[in-house]
């Protein structure tokens, strides 16, 4: 069993926590000049 052989302080363990982070998509303009999120179909052409 892996046993930590010293105590890992309170700023290490915030510091690797801070890369787990949500980040919402950002829309994108297509050619129809309509926007929509990356990766999905267009509501009004039916295009992905």
């Known amino acids: 069993m892996a046993v930590p052989k010293r105590r890992v302080s309170?700023?290490?363990?915030?510091?690797?926590?801070?890369?787990?982070?949500?980040?919402?998509?950002?829309?994108?303009?297509?050619?129809?000049?309509?926007w929509k999120l990356p990766h999905t179909i267009n509501k009004f052409s039916g295009k992905y």
């Open 10 to 34: 309170k700023t290490r363990a915030a510091k690797r926590r801070t890369h787990y982070k949500i980040t919402l998509a950002t829309p994108v303009k297509d050619k129809d000049g309509n």
